[in-house]
């Protein structure tokens, strides 16, 4: 019980860490790289969480959840790089500045 | 991408300094949220076990994977051809074979490949087979694959490139066709849309994830080769008829 619950607590820090970095790093590969450490803590979520119900074998539900959404994750960041690459030929910057911000 | 000028948050240090104690918070609540969970809740691992006899497999993650729901698991191969035709969209190319390849080869990197390349194959399909049975299926097997396809195209080799637009296009959408097949003939019999009779369900999910891992492993391997900065710069020039 307070096995899993080690593992989970660990999966919300760093989800919450990336999430500090997704909105306080303005760099857009940083952005991206933060939106990963979110769902690497997702992804320790679900795996630990499968591990609550054990009856036989772990809940297989969420480890599915998981073996999709590790791939899946990867293809997005790719989409996501190559839209970052498109963002920077065509502006000449990779931060993403508000304008309005005099700071 | 950039200079190697500074690249710092742009963020003043006090309203990072807030943003880090907002997020302390949402960790904070989500940590009570978990410990609230109840502790008896048995979530799906009872209806997954008394369903394991009409699954076709023996391993509970592919049966969820590949047959109970997997709606989900065609609807995320769909989400892997949208990130490569994203992808494409933006480099407006429809297939990767104008990319530049990389130098050729010295000979220890070719050793090591021809030493490498026929392992990775192997152990790509005794993931595919051994989903069945225990871990493994077609995810992995599509990863190692793809992974396979990347390191032949960073010593020199064609890989994926080197197919014909019309191959690349049917590698990319054969996992999510044979889905739609299933999907097609069973609203033709107006069944359940992904609904597999029980004494050929086994071989249809082998079948299917055998497409999968093809596509899984050419979409993995297109998004990494596709985003490499050799590739000519075509993003100013207009879209060209193919």
């Known amino acids: 019980m307070s096995q899993y ?6 999966g919300m820090i760093i989800f919450a860490l990336g999430l500090h970095g997704l909105v ?61 690459r498109r963002i920077y030929t065509v502006t000449g910057q990779a931060e993403l500045i508000d304008e309005d911000d005099p700071s | 991408m950039s200079s190697p000028e500074k690249v710092t948050a742009q963020i ?15 960790a904070l609540f989500l940590i009570a949220a978990l410990i609230e969970l109840p502790d008896e809740a048995l ?19 592919t049966a969820v994977l590949l047959n ?80 396979g396809g990347v390191l032949l195209w960073l010593a020199g080799h064609p890989s994926i490139s080197g197919f014909s637009g019309r191959l690349f296009r049917f590698l990319l959408t054969v996992g999510f066709g044979s889905f739609l097949l299933v999907a097609f003939y069973n609203v033709l019999l107006s069944q359940a849309i992904l609904d597999y009779p029980v004494a050929y369900a086994g071989t249809i999910i082998l079948i299917i994830e055998a497409a999968a891992t093809i596509s899984i492993a050419v979409t993995v391997a297109a998004l990494i080769i596709g985003l490499q900065p050799v590739i000519r710069d075509r993003d100013r020039t207009p879209l060209e008829p193919h």
């Open chain 1, 5 to 10: 619950l080690a593992y989970s607590i660990t």
């Open chain 1, 24 to 84: 306080v790093l303005s760099h857009i590969l940083r952005k991206i790289i933060c939106i990963n450490v979110m769902a690497g803590g997702v992804f320790l979520f679900l795996i630990s969480v499968a591990a609550r119900n054990f009856d036989e074998f772990p809940d297989p539900v969420p480890q599915a959840m998981l073996l999709t959404g590790v791939v899946v994750a990867l293809s997005a960041t790719a989409f996501a790089v190559a839209l970052a």
């Open chain 2, 12 to 26: 003043k240090a006090p309203t990072s300094f807030l943003l880090g104690l907002a997020c302390a918070g949402i």
């Open chain 2, 43 to 61: 979530g799906l691992t009872e209806l997954s076990k008394q369903h394991m006899d009409e699954s076709g497999v023996e391993h509970p993650v």
């Open chain 2, 68 to 147: 109970f729901r997997a709606y989900d698991t065609w609807l995320e191969v769909g989400v892997l051809l949208m990130a490569v035709m994203g992808m494409l969209l933006f480099q407006r190319r429809s297939d990767l074979r104008d990319i530049e390849r990389m130098p050729a080869p010295d000979p220890v990197l070719n050793w090591l490949i021809q030493l490498l390349f026929p392992m990775m194959v192997l152990v790509s399909g005794y993931l595919l087979w051994m989903g069945k049975f225990s871990s493994g299926g077609a995810f992995q097997a599509g990863v190692v694959l793809g992974a």
